[in-house]
């Protein structure tokens, strides 16, 4: 009976929001009209707000869990209007604190020792509080300042609730809401799901942090806090307290004497850092969690906070990515298609010449305007919305980076209005992409997978000999995939000088890397025996041969 009555409740108030009519054409825009007479006319100030702010309002008065639905929600552009996302992407996860005696318990809990012997002072105000937890401010014994973040009282048992009623409401949207193909609401609860999991686990929070720490320790741009782990469980996370200037306060930063041309081009570099170079990027980075540090003026920097929602691609998927960066700089749209297809991202089947034309479609008004007017992050989101008409298939971290990138974007531009994106971005990705591929970025990686392959090494001979053998006698099963096909077929277009070209390519690469294995003698370059690298240069000559030539 209770989740019947909770159904009812939200109904109302998307009456009482006058949200009724984003429910239009769907089966239960009549049960709507029924409700209707019995629920009371918005008030004025409410009804003359655009769309967007009345949804916000109305998440807002239904609970700490719908405001973390429209947050996550917010980040999905690719299914909602650009309006109705802009909105949600305001909304505040502001609850009243709970009592700090309580807090208080549940830290000498997960402590195993008192408060006052853990810190020389703890705050029993809350400095902030939200849906999940709430932070209070404290000093360790040796006198640093510190942050002490705490979950909630019961969290998990509510979450738990929480997520059971959306559930429910997603199968209900299935069957009575808008197309569910587009709206995709098991999808979006799915991953409501995976974010709240996160940030209930504060030590994977802390995690976060110490990783990014160490991918920015010394860093002109990007400050992180330390984590002390030995006041951190899962439930309690101590970290070093900063101080700075929320991003988006121009009118305090300008005060400070910051240079916000400078600060705007490292928030954009400092972006391509962690995706790229790092693999490992903040996924929240609204101006509450991203601050400027005041006291660097003339060299300013970053400082970021709150690291229970961060990203990371499959390399597979980065490597596409910078190469469709690539080829955007260089509007090179065929490229774009072929990127799009070799990644997986698109069908096989598909006609390259149409999905060229597609990107060709969203890119070329881009490259009307001034460079300084054009923000990659739209183009990236167009280029999503445009690839579900040829059936789309793309992962949810690209969405999560896509949605950062135009945070950033968005906040370069409010820093210098007049910030040239694509030549602040550009020479970046490609100083990375150029550390990533260089001699020493592959002898790195050969000596990390060395071991593994030495140790496979022995088996190769029978497994040889086991194949030779089936083969011989007519028992060799051949077993292949539509990937494999495709494949297969690739093959065949390219023909048969591109195959000798990488069994070549690979086989001196193997020689080259157990000749810096067993490290063999003569002369050496860099460190590595001369001989490995005239194997290992002649293995990338060979596969850079075997590459299939692009289409122009």
Same mark, same amino acid.
Request: aromatic residues 6%; proline residues 6%; neutral net charge.
């Given at each position: 009976?209770?989740?019947?009555?909770?159904?009812?409740?939200? +109904?109302?108030?998307?009456?009482?929001?006058?949200?009724?009519?984003?429910?239009?054409?769907?089966?239960?825009?009549?049960?709507?009209?029924?409700?209707?007479?019995?629920?009371?006319?918005?008030?004025?100030?409410?009804?003359?707000?655009?769309?967007?702010?009345?949804?916000?309002?109305?998440?807002?008065?239904?609970?700490?869990?719908?405001?973390?639905?429209?947050?996550?929600?917010?980040?999905?552009?690719?299914?909602?209007?650009?309006?109705?996302?802009?909105?949600?992407?305001?909304?505040?996860?502001?609850?009243?604190?709970?009592?700090?005696?309580?807090?208080?318990? +549940?830290?000498?809990?997960?402590?195993?020792?008192?408060?006052?012997?853990?810190?020389?002072?703890?705050?029993?105000?809350?400095?902030?509080?939200?849906?999940?937890?709430?932070?209070?401010?404290?000093?360790?014994?040796?006198?640093?300042?510190?942050?002490?973040?705490?979950?909630?009282?019961?969290?998990?048992?509510?979450?738990?609730?929480?997520?059971?009623?959306?559930?429910?409401?997603?199968?209900?949207?299935?069957?009575?809401?808008?197309?569910?193909?587009?709206?995709?609401?098991?999808?979006?609860?799915?991953?409501?799901?995976? !974010?709240?999991?996160?940030?209930?686990?504060?030590?994977?929070?802390?995690?976060?942090?110490?990783?990014?720490?160490?991918?920015?320790?010394?860093?002109?741009?990007?400050?992180?806090?330390?984590?002390?782990?030995?006041?951190?469980?899962?439930?309690?996370?101590?970290?070093?307290?900063?101080?700075?200037?929320?991003?988006?306060?121009?009118?305090?930063?300008?005060?400070?004497?910051?240079?916000?041309?400078?600060?705007?081009?490292?928030?954009?570099?400092?972006?391509?850092?962690?995706?790229?170079?790092?693999?490992?990027?903040?996924?929240?980075?609204?101006?509450?969690?991203?601050?400027?540090?005041?006291?660097?003026?003339?060299?300013?920097?970053?400082?970021?906070?709150?690291?229970?929602?961060?990203?990371?691609?499959?390399?597979?998927?980065?490597?596409?990515?910078?190469?469709?960066?690539?080829?955007?700089?260089?509007?090179?749209?065929?490229?774009?298609?072929?990127?799009?297809?070799?990644?997986?991202?698109?069908?096989?089947?598909?006609?390259?010449?149409?999905?060229?034309?597609?990107?060709?479609?969203?890119?070329?008004?881009?490259?009307?305007?001034?460079?300084?007017?054009?923000?990659?992050?739209?183009?990236?989101?167009?280029?999503?919305?445009?690839?579900?008409?040829?059936?789309?298939?793309?992962?949810?971290?690209?969405?999560?980076?896509?949605?950062?990138?135009?945070?950033?974007?968005?906040?370069?531009? +409010?820093?210098?209005?007049?910030?040239?994106?694509?030549?602040?971005?550009?020479?970046?990705?490609?100083?990375?992409?150029?550390?990533?591929?260089?001699?020493?970025?592959?002898?790195?990686?050969?000596?990390?997978?060395?071991?593994?392959?030495?140790?496979?090494?022995?088996?190769?001979?029978?497994?040889?000999?086991?194949?030779?053998?089936?083969?011989?006698?007519?028992?060799?099963? +051949?077993?292949? !995939?539509?990937?494999?096909?495709?494949?297969?077929?690739?093959?065949?277009?390219?023909?048969?000088?591109?195959?000798?070209?990488?069994?070549?390519?690979?086989?001196?690469?193997?020689?080259?890397?157990?000749?810096?294995?067993?490290?063999?003698?003569?002369?050496?370059?860099?460190?590595?025996?001369?001989?490995?690298?005239?194997?290992?240069?002649?293995?990338?000559?060979?596969?850079?041969?075997?590459?299939?030539?692009?289409?122009?």
């Amino acid at each position: 009976m209770r989740l019947p009555l909770r159904i009812l409740g939200i +109904l109302r108030v998307l009456l009482r929001y006058r949200l009724d009519a984003l429910l239009d054409d769907t089966p239960l825009a009549r049960w709507l009209s029924i409700l209707k007479p019995f629920v009371p006319r918005a008030r004025r100030d409410i009804a003359e707000l655009s769309r967007g702010a009345r949804l916000k309002l109305a998440l807002q008065d239904l609970g700490p869990i719908f405001v973390k639905f429209g947050q996550i929600l917010s980040t999905r552009r690719d299914l909602l209007p650009p309006d109705i996302a802009d909105e949600l992407s305001f909304l505040q996860d502001q609850v009243a604190p709970f009592p700090g005696e309580e807090a208080k318990a +549940l830290i000498e809990a997960e402590l195993e020792q008192p408060v006052s012997k853990a810190y020389a002072r703890f705050d029993m105000q809350p400095l902030a509080s939200a849906s999940i937890a709430q932070v209070h401010a404290a000093e360790l014994p040796d006198g640093r300042d510190v942050v002490v973040k705490v979950l909630r009282p019961r969290v998990h048992e509510r979450i738990k609730d929480d997520l059971s009623l959306l559930r429910a409401l997603a199968k209900l949207a299935e069957k009575v809401g808008p197309d569910p193909t587009l709206t995709r609401p098991a999808e979006i609860v799915a991953e409501i799901e995976r !974010s709240l999991t996160h940030e209930l686990d504060l030590q994977r929070e802390g995690a976060n942090a110490s990783l990014l720490r160490r991918n920015f320790l010394g860093s002109d741009d990007l400050y992180v806090p330390e984590v002390f782990w030995s006041h951190s469980t899962e439930k309690v996370l101590t970290m070093e307290r900063v101080r700075g200037i929320s991003s988006d306060d121009i009118e305090a930063i300008d005060a400070a004497g910051i240079d916000r041309k400078k600060l705007a081009a490292k928030g954009v570099q400092v972006f391509y850092q962690q995706v790229f170079r790092d693999n490992f990027f903040h996924a929240d980075a609204h101006p509450g969690n991203i601050w400027v540090d005041a006291t660097r003026p003339e060299n300013p920097r970053f400082i970021a906070l709150d690291f229970g929602i961060m990203g990371s691609l499959p390399d597979v998927d980065r490597y596409y990515l910078a190469e469709n960066f690539t080829a955007m700089f260089e509007q090179n749209y065929r490229r774009i298609a072929e990127l799009h297809i070799e990644a997986g991202w698109m069908p096989a089947t598909l006609r390259l010449d149409e999905l060229e034309a597609a990107v060709r479609t969203v890119c070329e008004p881009y490259f009307t305007r001034p460079l300084s007017q054009i923000a990659l992050g739209e183009v990236l989101l167009k280029l999503f919305k445009v690839s579900r008409q040829f059936q789309l298939t793309i992962q949810p971290q690209l969405i999560l980076l896509q949605k950062t990138l135009l945070n950033i974007e968005g906040l370069g531009r +409010l820093l210098d209005p007049d910030i040239d994106i694509w030549a602040t971005a550009k020479p970046v990705l490609a100083d990375i992409l150029r550390q990533k591929r260089s001699p020493q970025a592959v002898a790195k990686m050969i000596r990390e997978r060395m071991p593994s392959w030495l140790a496979a090494a022995p088996d190769m001979p029978q497994l040889l000999h086991d194949y030779l053998k089936q083969a011989t006698t007519g028992t060799a099963h +051949l077993r292949l !995939s539509s990937d494999d096909l495709k494949r297969l077929a690739d093959v065949s277009h390219t023909g048969q000088r591109q195959t000798v070209f990488a069994i070549l390519g690979v086989g001196l690469l193997i020689v080259a890397s157990v000749l810096y294995g067993l490290e063999a003698g003569g002369p050496s370059l860099l460190g590595l025996p001369a001989a490995a690298w005239i194997a290992g240069i002649g293995g990338i000559g060979a596969l850079i041969a075997a590459w299939p030539r692009s289409g122009r």
